[in-house]
């Protein structure tokens, strides 16, 4: 068994180029199993007379659990390739007179039972690696909707080589499908299109991250079939991970809110319901509508034409009359306001969240009593 076991080890070392790459410490557990696997093929093979019970395969717990994470399944099939070759080559010189035939069966059932008990092996790794990618992956997802972003964040998304960006947060219902089917649905699909994908079931909300897009619209494009019935929501688009808190904050909000706006897109861009966000408390759209509305219109007329605008309900030619300026005037200055906050008086959805904006500009500086 000594010489068997030295000449398969010699065999591995010519043939297999990823075996000479190993360490020195990972070759001697390798020679080991080898070994272990030898002796443990003479030991079956002693039972000839008592109907040869099936091999038993304990030798692959002679390694230790990293050597598995070093060696593949494919390399796992070449070493026992190696040693039944190995074997082989030496029949005549191991078998009794007459009992190569018998010796040659017996490898046969042998290794095929081995090769059996590798793949078992690896499935059982997989399994567990496969559930621990899985706890991982509802950490991320509960940590970016928690805001709560730290270096473990980074550590947890390494350790399931997340590396894309720029990175975008969807958010809707869950379907009626099995929530871990739904999750494993979307991991294929990130895989076959060449993106990172997280996602995360809570309660009826289920919640994408996705990595690596061309376009917001084209990671909206992969995952928007998997949602269920209802609004689903975009995050802005942020530069990575870590950023992704925002993302993933704004998408939530914009969930909860998408009520207030029946005949939204599906989906709808979170920057989309402002408006609604800050109706229904949230304090990130308020300070981005005080920001993009009130902020850039305070001091100059066109804040007091706006809200007189609005006020009169889109009147042009009210709105001049009371402010004591011509149409064109009037005219000018809403062009003006949509060059400076992106939203056009002029057209509905915009001069509701230009109200908004408005409203909540003054109530900023409205002293508390």
């Known amino acids: 068994m000594g010489t068997l076991g030295t000449a398969a080890m010699s065999r591995m070392d010519d043939r297999l ?7 020195a410490e990972d070759r001697s557990w390798v020679g080991l199993v080898a070994q272990a696997g030898i002796a443990a093929f003479v030991e079956w093979f002693q039972h000839a007379g008592e109907g040869r019970p099936t091999p038993s395969i304990e030798f692959f717990g002679t390694a230790p659990r990293e050597l598995k994470r070093s060696i593949s399944l494919q390399q796992t099939v070449d070493i026992v390739r190696v040693v039944v070759e190995v074997v082989e080559a030496q029949t005549g010189e191991l078998a009794a007179p007459g009992g190569e035939d018998q010796l040659q069966q017996a ?4 290794t095929r039972d081995v090769a059996f008990a590798a793949a078992q092996v690896y499935a059982r790794e997989a399994e567990a690696r496969g559930a621990w990618d899985a706890r991982l992956e509802a950490l991320i997802v509960d940590a970016l909707v928690r805001g709560e972003v730290d270096d473990g964040l980074h550590s947890w998304a390494a350790a399931l080589g997340w590396t894309s960006a720029p ?19 979307l991991r294929d699909r990130g895989r076959r299109s060449g993106l990172d994908m997280l996602a995360g079931v809570q309660g009826d909300r289920l919640i994408v991250i996705v990595g690596g897009a061309d376009s917001v619209a084209a990671a909206a494009r992969h995952v928007v079939p998997r949602f269920g019935a ?19 904050r704004a998408a939530m909000a914009g969930l909860r809110a998408a009520a207030g706006w029946p005949d939204a897109p ?11 966000r800050a109706i229904d408390g949230d304090g990130d759209a308020r300070a981005q509508l005080i920001e ?17 605008y609005l006020e009169q ?11 004591f ?8 200055r809403l062009r003006k306001i949509t060059e400076l906050t992106g939203y056009q008086p002029t057209e509905g959805r915009s001069a509701f969240t230009l109200q908004v904006g408005l409203i909540l500009g003054r109530l900023s500086e409205t002293p508390v009593t």
């Open 167 to 185: 990175v975008v947060v969807l958010a809707g219902q869950t379907p009626d499908d099995d929530p871990q089917a739904v999750i494993d649905a």
């Open 292 to 308: 993009n509305v009130y902020l850039p219109l305070i001091g100059t007329p066109l804040l007091d034409t706006l809200a007189t």
């Open 266 to 276: 599906r989906p709808v861009h979170a920057e989309d319901l402002l408006a609604e």
């Open 107 to 110: 490898m046969l059932r042998y």
């Open 325 to 332: 300026v011509h149409p064109n005037t009037v005219r000018y």
């Open 313 to 323: 309900g889109t009147s042009l030619e009210a709105t001049a009359r009371l402010l």
């Open 230 to 248: 209802g609004p689903i929501v975009i995050g802005p688009e942020v530069a990575d991970l870590h950023s992704a808190a925002s993302s993933a």
């Open 17 to 23: 180029m990823w075996f000479r790459a190993l360490s």
